[in-house]
C-alpha cells in the first residue's frame, strides 16, 4: 500500500478545512472545490473512492460521533419529523426520482433507474448541520437535521439493495423488500440495543482513560460488523449504542470524558474533511467511464435530475410537516408552529454527500447473465453531479437564504440565564453537601482549605451570572472573561518557571509533565470552552 497519497490526502484537506474556519464559505464546500480542482493537476494521484473503504471504516466514526454528541432527549421529541424524513422521504426520493429519470433517459430499465433513486436519496446533513450551527439556527431544525442524517443512510442503504437485486436479476417483490427492510431495520436497533449497556458496563468498569478510550475507538467498528454480520442494518446499530453512551456519558469519569472529547473530535475533523476532499476528488473517475452519454445530453440529465431531486424534497416536507398538524390536536399543542420557513430551510438543506458516491461506486459491471449494468457509467456521473449540484447550489446559497428569512436564531441571552439557573441549583447542592461533609469529622480540614472550597464553589456560581453583567468600559470583557484571561496569564508565568527549572536540571522531564499537566488541567477548569 502506497502511504505518500493518504498522507497526502489528510494533511491536505486538513489543511484546507482550518483554511475554511477563517473565510465565510463552509469547510465541506471549500474542501470539495478544491478537490475539482486539485484532482486535474499534474503529479496528484488517482483517487478512487472505494466503497468497501467508506461504509464499513468511515462511515461508523461518522456516525458515532454524531450520534454521541446529539440529544437522546431532543430527538425523542423530535421523533415524528425525523422520522418522516429519514425513512418517508428516502423511500419517496427512491421512488419518485428513480421513475421521473426512468422517464426522461431513453433505454434506461426501470430496475437501474430505482437503483440511482436510492443511491441519491438520502442527504448528508454534515454540511447543512455545520453551516446551522454557524448562522445559529433554531436548535429544534439544528436536531431535526442531526436525526435524519443519522438514521437515512440505513433506509437508503437498504432500498438500494432491493433494487439492485431486481437490477441484477436475483429477482425481487414487494414482499421480499419489504421484509428485508424490515430485518435491516428492526435487526439493527436490536443489536444496538444489545449491545449498548454491556458495553457501557465495560466503560464504567475500565479504571485507565487510555483503555476507556481505545474501546471508545473500537465500538462504532464493532457495533457496525456485528449487525451486518446478521444482515441488520450497521448504521442503526452504531447509532442506537451512539445516542445511549452518549445519554449516559456522564457516568464515565471526568478524565475519560476529556481525553475521549479531544480525540473523537481529532478524529471526526480529519475524517470528515478527508471525505469531502474525496468528493471533488472523483471528477476525473466519473468523467472517464462517462462513455457514449458524454456531451449536451449528459448535461442535460444532470440539470433535469437536480431539479428533480430538489422539488422531490419540497413536495415531501411541506406536506409531511402540516398534514400531522391538520389531523392532530395533540401535535399542534405539543409542537411549536414551524410557520412557513422552518420547512423552506429544511427542504433546501437536503445537500448529498459521500454516501451516495460510496453506494453508487458499490454498483457491479455486470448482471448475473454477464451482461454490463445498464448505464452504470451514466449512474456514477449523474450522481457526482447531483452531489456537487446541491453542495455547492444549496450549500452556498442556505446562509444567505437564513438571513433574508430573518429566521430567529438561539437566544444566547436566555440559554446563558438558563445556563445560570442551573448552575445555582446545583451550587446549592454542592454547598449542603459540603457542609455535611465538614461536619464528619473524618473530613476535618484545615479552616483555609475548607475556605478554598467554598470559594470555588462560589466562583463557579457567579462565573455564568458574570457573563450577563456589564463589561468592563476597556476592555469590553465581562467579570469573567478578565477573570480567565487573568488566571491564564498567571497560569503561563507558572509555567514558564517549571521550563525555566527544567533546562537548569533543577527537576527533570518527568517532573515537569507532572507539573505541567497540572496547570493544564486547572486551565481547562478556568476556561469555559466556547
Not at 475539482?36 to 461508523?60: F, K, R, S, T
Amino acid at each position: 500500500m502506497d502511504v505518500l497519497p493518504l498522507l497526502m490526502l489528510v494533511a491536505g484537506s486538513a489543511a484546507i478545512a482550518g483554511v475554511a474556519r477563517r473565510t465565510p464559505v463552509p469547510a465541506p464546500l471549500l474542501l470539495v472545490a478544491v478537490g475539482l480542482v486539485v484532482a486535474y493537476l499534474p503529479g496528484v494521484p488517482a483517487y478512487e473512492l472505494d466503497p468497501h473503504i467508506v461504509l464499513p471504516l468511515l462511515l461508523p466514526p461518522l456516525l458515532y460521533t454524531a450520534g454521541v454528541e446529539s440529544s437522546y432527549l431532543d430527538l425523542r421529541a423530535n421523533w415524528r419529523p425525523v422520522v418522516l424524513l429519514s425513512v418517508g422521504y428516502v423511500l419517496f426520493a427512491t421512488l419518485v426520482v428513480g421513475y421521473a429519470i426512468y422517464l426522461i433517459v431513453p433505454d434506461l430499465p426501470l430496475t437501474a433507474a430505482l437503483v440511482l433513486g436510492a443511491v441519491i436519496a438520502p442527504p448528508d446533513a454534515v454540511a447543512a448541520t455545520a453551516i446551522a450551527r454557524r448562522v445559529g439556527l433554531p436548535s429544534r431544525i439544528t436536531t431535526i437535521l442531526q436525526g435524519e442524517s443519522l438514521v437515512n443512510d440505513a433506509t437508503a442503504i437498504t432500498a438500494y439493495k432491493v433494487a439492485l437485486a431486481a437490477a441484477v436479476g436475483e429477482g425481487a417483490s414487494w414482499a421480499g423488500g419489504i421484509g428485508e427492510f424490515a430485518l435491516a431495520a428492526l435487526g439493527g436497533v436490536g443489536v444496538g440495543l444489545i449491545l449498548m449497556v454491556p458495553l457501557h458496563w465495560l466503560r464504567k468498569c475500565l479504571n485507565e482513560a487510555l483503555l476507556q478510550n481505545t474501546l471508545s475507538l473500537l465500538i462504532p467498528f464493532v457495533a457496525y460488523a456485528a449487525a451486518e454480520e446478521v444482515h441488520a442494518s450497521g448504521v442503526l446499530a452504531v447509532v442506537v449504542v451512539a445516542l445511549y453512551l452518549g445519554h449516559r456519558s456522564w457516568q464515565v469519569d471526568f478524565a475519560t470524558r476529556l481525553q475521549e472529547a479531544a480525540v473523537w473530535k481529532m478524529v471526526a475533523f480529519i475524517l470528515e474533511s478527508a471525505v469531502f476532499a474525496l468528493i471533488g476528488l472523483q471528477l476525473p473517475v466519473v468523467l472517464k467511464e462517462l462513455g457514449e452519454y458524454e456531451g449536451l445530453t449528459a448535461a442535460w440529465y444532470a440539470v433535469a435530475l437536480f431539479v428533480i431531486v430538489v422539488v422531490a424534497r419540497f413536495v415531501w416536507v411541506y406536506p409531511a410537516t402540516y398534514i400531522p398538524r391538520w389531523l392532530s390536536t395533540r401535535i399542534r399543542e405539543r409542537e411549536p408552529d414551524p410557520g412557513w420557513t422552518g420547512p423552506l430551510i429544511v427542504g433546501w438543506a437536503g445537500m448529498r454527500g459521500v454516501v451516495s458516491l460510496a453506494i453508487a461506486f458499490s454498483i457491479p459491471h455486470v448482471l448475473d447473465d454477464g451482461s454490463p449494468f445498464p448505464a452504470r457509467n451514466l449512474v456514477l456521473f449523474l450522481t457526482f453531479t447531483t452531489v456537487i449540484g446541491t453542495l455547492v447550489v444549496q450549500g452556498l446559497s442556505l446562509p444567505g437564504l437564513i438571513k433574508v428569512l430573518k429566521v430567529p436564531g438561539r437566544d444566547a441571552r436566555a440559554e446563558t440565564l438558563a445556563e445560570a439557573q442551573a448552575q445555582s441549583e446545583a451550587s446549592r447542592a454542592a454547598q449542603e453537601r459540603l457542609d455535611a461533609l465538614l461536619a464528619d469529622e473524618r473530613n476535618v480540614l484545615p479552616d483555609a482549605l475548607a475556605d478554598r472550597l467554598r470559594a470555588v464553589l462560589e466562583r463557579r456560581r457567579n462565573a455564568v451570572w458574570e457573563r450577563l453583567g456589564t463589561v468592563n468600559a476597556v476592555t469590553g470583557e465581562s467579570a469573567d472573561d478578565t477573570y480567565r484571561r487573568l488566571a491564564g496569564e498567571m497560569i503561563d508565568a507558572e509555567r514558564e518557571v517549571f521550563v525555566r527549572l527544567r533546562d537548569q536540571r533543577r527537576i527533570d522531564d518527568e517532573m515537569l509533565r507532572t507539573l505541567l499537566r497540572r496547570l493544564d488541567l486547572e486551565e481547562a477548569a478556568a476556561y469555559r470552552e466556547d
